[in-house]
Structure formats: structure tokens, C-alpha cells
């Protein structure tokens, strides 16, 4: 890339994390690397990846959704890129680094990001086998393959990264302890006050929290069994990961005689120049001013001082506010500026709320003008607007309260962006202002969340500062001019609720309809599952009907798991279930080898259903007299119960019989997103009604109905709309509700988002559904009436159709279930094998000789969607795309997960390209030139298709070929 590449000089830097990337990524964005060769050496096989999100590993996402950037864009930028060698030694003389593969590398400039390592105390057995540290992607490999055989297990380390870990085996379904030596969570963070939130709202998700306990040993023969603590105290564990700090991993400064800190970390000044002028130091090995910076944001400011400073420009580095907003199991913390109790120059203003688990504490002033420090727990909303009062050094606002979640109003919520600075700082992380995030909006007429990170690179470190970004982007389009429209995608210029009334006044029954009078090209994944949505919601028409606009779940009524199999769950109304309904569930799971697993709701989930075998085994279901769960659909899913004055001796309402009158009704209901309900039978609240979409909890007079929670990613609260009502006005109002709900909401939005953004907020609800200051109630019950009679089990005329029967195969050709799906046992029960590393190395096959191959007449193949056709040992998707009068063939195989999938996923068109969606995790290819549409580097292997004689074929190499290049396996992965 290069023409005088040799005559340049060379900057190798040591450590290919978060922070040694930026800097890469810093000095190619300024130039740099046409200015010198640059040289990145990283000790793991993995390029740099997303260390501050590591825990949504465990969560779903892969090590190649966590990576930074693809493996090609060094390439592209003539950067040479080393991995899987660790630097062993620099020569400062022959300015020169030697790797553990006696790879010698000359340096004209060297960067230290070599980064931090795990502190592991010196505690007796930490050597065991079941001990970890929580530190790399190996680290999480190692630890997952090992809970598979644990059952409890403990952190040790309640800090920040603890909490991290702490979460990561909630999340791989462990008991899970933390240990802390202090006598609070995050000690450095929040006070002792903010500290008992957070511990009870970590408890709330069966994390035990054991404080102020040193432990002294880890027991056990050989392996980990339990750990005893300073107070003669023990604990059974079978699985330990120390979280207790990091080291700065600056071995290779001190064998080279570089200038350390007495606790570690190279010493650096301003300039980020260690002690020899030829070596600088970034990130959490770099100890500037006798700080050593536990954060990203600090190492990516640094990283940007250095690269202005290679290109030329004077910069320093001042240090680095620690400010930070950080979600630790599912509990928004924050905390600004100086936080010290103590601190006599300042006054406290404290906001609580133990009901719904808020801690807010500012620290104001003496004066009261200026905001000092902030704490926040269990609701971090207000941490951007104050900490743009704080970075400004702007004066507090008379009502301080306002600021806090108590004292919030409609007009106090929307405000945030409107009110700060141009200089203020939006992106921490990247150090991005408002100024330079509107002024791009402008200038590059951006008007996409994506652009913008793209343009500025806000939002693409920790991500907090997302929901900023878009609201800053809304204002600058408004303050255009710009009509700030939702719309669903490209395919539709409407918002959903427009489309619903579009709908509903036009009497349109079909997507095709719609497309063709409202919309333009041929849909995608995101437009048709709404469509489907809004098409159930208004005329509650037999899903299949539309099948082929619906995602995989509602496209075969049961929702997809790894490796392409189905779970079913049948409805179980209030949880309430007979002795013969349990034996007929346990004879159906072992009679198709089933896994089962009572589910949170109250039911029975049974796991491991291949395509062809859901028809029989709803068969037998139905039979026994169950009926479609809907688990598979934005739809009404369950209505937990507590036993109620049926069996409890506090009950003051029969709560199950009211439960199972509520999900009776609502059964089979579609909406913008699921719905959960619940119905207590006293203020004990057992069935937990006030975390869910709607809830029922039982007084001496009647029932409280509170609406709006939501106990999933961003737990809230519901809130109350009535108190003391009868059934008959309950579910009158939750007619009224959801129909409201149902017509407004905008795709895949939950009740309580929705209610969120919805102007006026729950007295806007209330006028609607009770005061009918809309004057629409009448028409909102007769929709919903219409939706409640309407109802029919989905499964039940499945079964009863052998036309629709026929829709559940795997392939087109063959009677065969797929080969591909493998199996494991755990627990006396079978598993999907865990999924094939995707990271390896891949090449887009080389076919040959093509020839034309007959798969099935034009007549079997179901129109807009695709079919598996077996072919040797390989499987090829084919795709009637009708939409576009022309048919596709590709590989079966997504190459993200390596499942069987392809085949079954939406159709859809990116401007004038084909694609399909992959069902499991949304992943679009071209069916053209089977590129990634998602922007990942993976690849599909496309072939040609033609139809003669209203006969299908499809132009392939021989079968000996694919077999050879493992099609079944990794077909045509880059």
C-alpha cells in the first residue's frame, strides 16, 4: 500500500485491546498510516474486541460480535497485524522488540497498551481447579465449559468487574454469591446508602451478597468445593472467579529498565512519553500523575492525545474525568464528580424510593450553585443532563429537584439535549461534543443513528450516550425543518400507527395488498412481521394464512432455538393444570425425546422439536386438551397466578379463577410486542403483578389494576390505573387498554417503553381508557370484542388442515429430518450441541463445472418464501420470490452459527437487492452476490435457479464437490 513503505518510521504498538486499537484506529483516521508503518502485536489469537460488553457473551452475542472492527481492515489500511505472539523482550538500545516466536521488530516509536491482568490474591487453593479470573474471551470460553458441570459458585470481588462476573454466571443459570471484602458493593463508587439499594435489588435475582468477608482459603481435593472466610466462617461452592482488581502488566517496562510506579504501571508525562523518549504508554498500563485510569474512556482520550501528537499537533493529557454510567445485573448505577460523604463543602440532597429501588444523591455547593458529585442507583435517567452541569461548571437550576426521578415532569424529561452546551460533552468515551455531533448532522445531512456513529464515532464505545444521539438528531431534523417522521423501513413511508388506520379504513387483508397501494420494492424482515402484526391485530385472521410474512416462530408456531429445532408450550391458563395434563405432557416429552423446563410464567416448555415432528406432537396435544401457548408470537402470553383465597390463608380475592378468566380472554391476542400479565391475591404480591405488562392485585374491595411494567431487559414498575374496581370494570378498562396499546405503539415496543414516550404519560392513559376524553372507548371495545370472538387455537387447525400439514418439513425433496442437528446430554436430559467456533478461517468456494439439477415441480414450492432441498449430503435453500417474479438458490447454512436455517427465512429487498433474513439472529444476505447486508464479514454461496416445464432446477457442481469443500459444514464462509 505503501509505495516508499521502507523509508517511513515505525510504530509498533504492544497490545492489541480496546485501547491499543484506538489508537490505531485514531492515527488511520488522521492519516497516519501513510505517514508511518504501523505495526500492532496482540498476545490473544482474537483481534481487538469489545472487553467493556464482555459479559454479553453469556447473553448471546459471539466473540465476533464483540469484535471492533473486521479482521480485513488492517489490511486495507497497510497495517501489519500480528496476533496469538506475545512481545518476551524490548531492546531499548537496538530499539527492537523480540516475540515469543523470535519474531524481532525494529522500532523507530513504541507504544505501551499492554493493558491490565486479573489481581489474584495470594489465598490458599486459588490454584485449584473451578478457579478463574473474568478478563478475556478464553477466560469466558474456560468458564462456560466449566459451569456445565457446577452448580453454585462465587465471585470473589464486589467491584465493578465482580458485578460483571457476578452476572455472567447468573446468566449461565449458576447460584451465584459474591464475596466483598468492604462493607459494601463498589466501595470506590456509591456510598453506603447507594450501596444497600444495589445490593437489594442484586438479591432480588437470587445473587446472595456476603460483605466484609476475606476469604482465606478455597477448599477442596484437587478441585474447588468451598471457600472458608476470616471469621471461621464456610461456604459450599464448586466454582470460584477472583475479580478482586487488576495489575497494570508492565513486566516487559521493568525488564528494560523503563521508569515504574511503586504500585505499577509505567510512569508517563503529558505527553504520554514514558521515561525513554522513544516509548509511550496508554491505557491501564499507563500511570499518569500517580493515577492509574480503571476505565476506557480515559485510555481512548489518551489514545487521541497520542495520534495528534504523532500527526504533529501539541496535545497533553490532563487526566481524565471518572465520571460513568454502568448497568450492573440489570441495575443502572452512576456516579459524577467527587462523591465523598465527607466532604464538608458540599450539601447532600438525597432522593428515595425502596419501593421501586431508586437511590439519587447530589452533591450541591455550599453555595447551591454548583453540582459537585452525583450518585445514582436503580435509575440513571438523569445522569447526561447532570453531567453537562457538572463538566460545564454551569449553574444549578432553582427547582433541583427536577433533576432527580422524583421530581420528574413531561417537560423535565424532554429537555436534556435543548438545554446543553455546544461544547458539552455528549460522548465520554470518544469525547465527542454537541457541537461536532450537530454540525455533522448538518453539514453531511445525517439522518441516521448509524451515520452519525459512523461520521463522529459517538456511540460507538460504551453505548450510553445512544438515546442522546437520537434525541439530538430529532431536534436538529426539526430545527430544518425536516418533517421528523417514524416509518417502519424503507418499504413503507409510515409510522405503525399510521399503517394500522391505513388498514383498518381500507379493509386491506393482505400484505400484498398493502404493499402495493401504500408501499414500494418487496418488504423485508422488519415490515412484514409489523404488517403481520397489525393485520392479526385488527382482523385476527388464522396466522398461517400469512404465513410468509411471519418470522420463523409465527411462520411454524413455535419458537426457534439453537441449531434450528422448536420449543411448544402449551397454555396452561393461571398455571392451573390436572394430574392427567401432567401425564399426558411427560408421555408426549418422552415419546419424541423432549427436553422440559417449567418456565417463569407457569408452564411447561418442551424443547428440541424438529420442523416435521410439530404437527404430530400438537396432535397428540391437542388431544389431550391443550391449546396453543403463543409463546411464538407478539401476542398475549401468560397471566401468572399465586393460589389466591382458593388455598392461601392471606387471600382476599380468588386470584386463580380471575387469572384464568383474564388469559382466556385475551388468548391469542397479537400486539406490537408479547404480553405478560399477573393477578395476586393479596398485598403480599406473590405472582409479582406489578412487573408486568398489566397486573391484578387484590384488595377487601375488589382489584387494583395497574398497568405498564415490564420485568425484562429495563425492569420497571407498573403503574396504578384504577384502585378497588370489580372484575366486570377491570376488564372493561383492559379492553380499552390494550386496544389502545395494540393501535398506537410502534413495532416491537413493550407497554412500558411505550408509555415512556407516550406525551402526558399514565394521565394521558387514564383520560383514554377511563374518563374516554378521546370519546373512543365504545369503538376500542368493540375492536377488542371483535378480536376476543374471533379466537381459534392456531395448533388445532393445523392439525386439522393435512393441506398445512404439509408446510412443516424440512426439505422439499426428502422425507428426512435434518442431519445436521446435533445433541448432547446434561442432566439426564438432551441439549443442543454448542455451537462450532465461527471465528476460523473460511475461503468462498471454488465450484467447477456447474450442471442443472432437479429439485420439485413449481406447484410445491410456497410462494415469497424458501425450501431446504437435499443434495448428497448438503442442503441448498431455494426461494420462490414471487414478489420479484424470479427464484434463488443459496446455501442452507447461515455461516454466523453454521445452522440449517436459511431456508426458512423472510424474503425480503435492500434497495434493488434480494435477501433473505436468517430466523436465528436476523443476520441478511444477498441472494445475488451473498454478501452480508448486516455489515459483518461472513458470505453465502448463491447458484442459479431456473424454472422449465413448471419444473424447478438449480445449476450446482457435482455433489462429490460440495461434499469435499464441507458444504453441510462451513460452505462459502470468508
Given at each position: 500500500m505503501h509505495s516508499q513503505a521502507s523509508a517511513l518510521p515505525s510504530i509498533i504498538v504492544v497490545g492489541n485491546g480496546m485501547v491499543g486499537h484506538k489508537f490505531v484506529e485514531k492515527m488511520v483516521a488522521k492519516g497516519g498510516h501513510e505517514r508511518y508503518r504501523i505495526t500492532v502485536i496482540g498476545e490473544e489469537t482474537m483481534h481487538a474486541y469489545d472487553r467493556v460488553h464482555l459479559t454479553s457473551y453469556f447473553s448471546g452475542k459471539s466473540a465476533d460480535d464483540l469484535q471492533l472492527t473486521p479482521r480485513t481492515w488492517y489490511e486495507q489500511n497497510g497495517i501489519t497485524h500480528v496476533t496469538g505472539e506475545k512481545v518476551v523482550l524490548i531492546d531499548r538500545e537496538q530499539r527492537c522488540v523480540r516475540t515469543s516466536q523470535d519474531r524481532v521488530l525494529f522500532y523507530d516509536h513504541l507504544v505501551m497498551a499492554t493493558g491490565s491482568a486479573p489481581l489474584v490474591p495470594a489465598i490458599a487453593g486459588v490454584d485449584?481447579?473451578?478457579?478463574?479470573?473474568?478478563?478475556?474471551?478464553?477466560?469466558?470460553?474456560?468458564?462456560?465449559?466449566?459451569?456445565?458441570q457446577a452448580r453454585c459458585a462465587a465471585v470473589i470481588g464486589g467491584g465493578l468487574l465482580g458485578l460483571e462476573a457476578a452476572k455472567a454466571l447468573v446468566d449461565l443459570g449458576l447460584q451465584t454469591h459474591v464475596i466483598e471484602f468492604a462493607d459494601r458493593l463498589m466501595p470506590r463508587q456509591i456510598d453506603n446508602a447507594g450501596s444497600r439499594f444495589l445490593e437489594n435489588e442484586i438479591k432480588k435475582l437470587g445473587v446472595q451478597i456476603h460483605l466484609s468477608k476475606s476469604t482465606q482459603a478455597i477448599l477442596g481435593n484437587g478441585h474447588v468445593q468451598g471457600m472458608a472466610f476470616n471469621d471461621a466462617s464456610t461456604l459450599e461452592v464448586d466454582m470460584v472467579v477472583v475479580s478482586a482488581g487488576i495489575r497494570p502488566r508492565d513486566e516487559l517496562a521493568r525488564a528494560c529498565g523503563l521508569e515504574v510506579g511503586q504500585r505499577g504501571g509505567i510512569a508517563v508525562n503529558d505527553r504520554l512519553q514514558s521515561s525513554d523518549p522513544g516509548i509511550y504508554a496508554i491505557g491501564?498500563?499507563?500511570?499518569?500523575?500517580?493515577?492509574?485510569?480503571?476505565?476506557?474512556?480515559?485510555?481512548?482520550?489518551?489514545?487521541?492525545?497520542?495520534?495528534?501528537?504523532?500527526m504533529g499537533e501539541e496535545q497533553s493529557f490532563r487526566g481524565a474525568d471518572l465520571s460513568t454510567k454502568l448497568k450492573l445485573l440489570g441495575v443502572e448505577v452512576a456516579n459524577i464528580g467527587s462523591t465523598a460523604s465527607d466532604d464538608a463543602s458540599c450539601l447532600p440532597i438525597i432522593y428515595q424510593d425502596h419501593q421501586k429501588g431508586v437511590y439519587q444523591k447530589l452533591f450541591i455547593s455550599s453555595d447551591g450553585r454548583q453540582l459537585k458529585g452525583a450518585i445514582l442507583v436503580g435509575d440513571a435517567s438523569p445522569y447526561h443532563q447532570l453531567y453537562q452541569i457538572y463538566a460545564g461548571q454551569t449553574p444549578m437550576p432553582a427547582a433541583v429537584d427536577s433533576l432527580l426521578w422524583g421530581g420528574k415532569t413531561a417537560s423535565t424529561t424532554q429537555s436534556g439535549s435543548q438545554n446543553m452546551a455546544d461544547h458539552a460533552q455528549v460522548c465520554v468515551c470518544e469525547n465527542v461534543s454537541k457541537g461536532v455531533i450537530c454540525s455533522a448532522i448538518r453539514e453531511q445531512k445525517l439522518d441516521k443513528i448509524s451515520q452519525i456513529k459512523s461520521s463522529t464515532k459517538a456511540g460507538t464505545g460504551c453505548g450510553g450516550c445512544?438515546?442522546?444521539?437520537?434525541?439530538?438528531?430529532?431536534?436538529?431534523?426539526?430545527?430544518?425543518?425536516?418533517?421528523?417522521?417514524?416509518?417502519?423501513?424503507?418499504?413503507?413511508?409510515?409510522?405503525?400507527?399510521?399503517?394500522?388506520?391505513?388498514?383498518?379504513?381500507?379493509?386491506?387483508?393482505s400484505f400484498e395488498a398493502l404493499l402495493q397501494s401504500h408501499g414500494r420494492g418487496q418488504g423485508c424482515e422488519v415490515c412484514k412481521p409489523a404488517v403481520a402484526s397489525i393485520l392479526a391485530g385488527i382482523w385476527n385472521e388464522w396466522i398461517i394464512d400469512h404465513q410468509n410474512i411471519q418470522d420463523t416462530n409465527d411462520r411454524y408456531l413455535a419458537n426457534i432455538q439453537r441449531g434450528g429445532t422448536y420449543s411448544i408450550i402449551p397454555r396452561v391458563p393461571g398455571g392451573e393444570i390436572?394430574?392427567?395434563?401432567?401425564?399426558?405432557?411427560?408421555?408426549?416429552a418422552k415419546q419424541y425425546d423432549l427436553y422440559c423446563k417449567i418456565t417463569g410464567g407457569q408452564r411447561i416448555d418442551l424443547l428440541g422439536a424438529r420442523v416435521e415432528q410439530l404437527p404430530s406432537i400438537w396432535e397428540a396435544l391437542v388431544e389431550a386438551g391443550?391449546?396453543?401457548?403463543?409463546?411464538?408470537?407478539?401476542?398475549?402470553?401468560?397471566?401468572?397466578?399465586?393460589?389466591?383465597?382458593?388455598?392461601?390463608?392471606?387471600?382476599?380475592?380468588?386470584?386463580?379463577?380471575?387469572?384464568?378468566?383474564?388469559?382466556?380472554?385475551?388468548?391469542?391476542?397479537?400486539?406490537?410486542?408479547?404480553?405478560?400479565?399477573?393477578?395476586?391475591?393479596c398485598m403480599r404480591e406473590c405472582a409479582e403483578a406489578q412487573c408486568k405488562d398489566f397486573g391484578v392485585v387484590a384488595t377487601e374491595k375488589g382489584w387494583n389494576l395497574f398497568v405498564c411494567g415490564n420485568g425484562g431487559a429495563k425492569p420497571q414498575h407498573a403503574q396504578l390505573l384504577a384502585t378497588d374496581i370489580d372484575e366486570d370494570t377491570c376488564i372493561k378498562y383492559l379492553d380499552r387498554f390494550l386496544m389502545y396499546y395494540i393501535q398506537t405503539a410502534d413495532p416491537l415496543t413493550r407497554t412500558a417503553p411505550w408509555l415512556n414516550k407516550l406525551e402526558g404519560g399514565m394521565d394521558h392513559i387514564k383520560a383514554v381508557v377511563i374518563a374516554d376524553e378521546l370519546g373512543i372507548c365504545a369503538q376500542l371495545e368493540k375492536d377488542m370484542a371483535y378480536l376476543v370472538d374471533g379466537y381459534q387455537c392456531e395448533w388445532k387447525m393445523v392439525v386439522e388442515d393435512p393441506e398445512k400439514r404439509r408446510l412443516f418439513t424440512h426439505f422439499i425433496n426428502s422425507s428426512e429430518a435434518d442431519p445436521a442437528l446435533q445433541f448432547v446430554?446434561?442432566?439426564?436430559?438432551?441439549?443442543?450441541?454448542?455451537?462450532?467456533?465461527?471465528?476460523?478461517?473460511?475461503?468462498?468456494?471454488?465450484?467447477?463445472?456447474?450442471a442443472w439439477y432437479a429439485v420439485a415441480p413449481v406447484i410445491a414450492f410456497p410462494e415469497n418464501a424458501g425450501v431446504a432441498v437435499k443434495y448428497g449430503n448438503t442442503q441448498i435453500a431455494v426461494f420462490n420470490f414471487n414478489h420479484r417474479q424470479n427464484w434463488y438458490a443459496s446455501q442452507?447454512?447461515?455461516?454466523?452459527?453454521?445452522?440449517?436455517?436459511?431456508?426458512?427465512?423472510?424474503?425480503?429487498?435492500?434497495?434493488?437487492?434480494?435477501?433473505?433474513?436468517?430466523?436465528?439472529?436476523?443476520?441478511?444476505?444477498?441472494?445475488?452476490?451473498?454478501?452480508?447486508?448486516?455489515?459483518?464479514?461472513?458470505?453465502?454461496?448463491?447458484?442459479?435457479?431456473?424454472?422449465?416445464?413448471?419444473?424447478?432446477?438449480?445449476?450446482l457442481p457435482s455433489v462429490e464437490v460440495l461434499e469435499e469443500k464441507t458444504c453441510e459444514k462451513s460452505l462459502a464462509c470468508p
Open positions: 485449584k481447579n473451578g478457579v478463574f479470573v473474568y478478563r478475556t474471551i478464553d477466560d469466558l470460553k474456560a468458564i462456560e465449559a466449566f459451569s456445565k491501564e498500563v499507563a500511570l499518569h500523575q500517580n493515577m492509574i485510569y480503571g476505565l476506557v474512556a480515559p485510555g481512548y482520550a489518551m489514545a487521541e492525545v497520542l495520534a495528534r501528537n504523532f445512544v438515546p442522546l444521539l437520537n434525541e439530538l438528531l430529532q431536534a436538529e431534523l426539526k430545527a430544518q425543518g425536516q418533517a421528523v417522521k417514524k416509518t417502519i423501513c424503507e418499504h413503507f413511508l409510515f409510522s405503525r400507527h399510521e399503517l394500522f388506520e391505513i388498514v383498518k379504513v381500507k379493509k386491506i387483508k390436572t394430574p392427567d395434563k401432567l401425564i399426558a405432557l411427560g408421555a408426549i391443550f391449546e396453543s401457548g403463543h409463546a411464538y408470537g407478539k401476542a398475549m402470553r401468560t397471566v401468572k397466578s399465586c393460589i389466591g383465597t382458593t388455598w392461601c390463608r392471606y387471600g382476599v380475592q380468588d386470584s386463580t379463577s380471575f387469572a384464568i378468566r383474564i388469559e382466556e380472554r385475551y388468548r391469542g391476542i397479537r400486539a406490537p410486542h408479547k404480553l405478560k400479565a399477573a393477578a395476586s391475591g446430554e446434561e442432566r439426564g436430559q438432551k441439549r443442543p450441541a454448542d455451537w462450532a467456533d465461527h471465528s476460523e478461517s473460511q475461503t468462498q468456494l471454488s465450484v467447477g463445472p456447474l442452507n447454512m447461515c455461516p454466523h452459527r453454521k445452522d440449517m436455517t436459511l431456508a426458512r427465512g423472510l424474503l425480503g429487498s435492500h434497495g434493488e437487492d434480494p435477501k433473505v433474513a436468517c430466523p436465528l439472529h436476523k443476520k441478511t444476505f444477498s441472494l445475488t452476490h451473498g454478501g452480508c447486508l448486516s455489515g459483518e464479514d461472513y458470505r453465502i454461496q448463491t447458484f442459479p435457479v431456473k424454472v422449465e416445464n413448471q419444473h424447478v432446477y438449480v445449476q
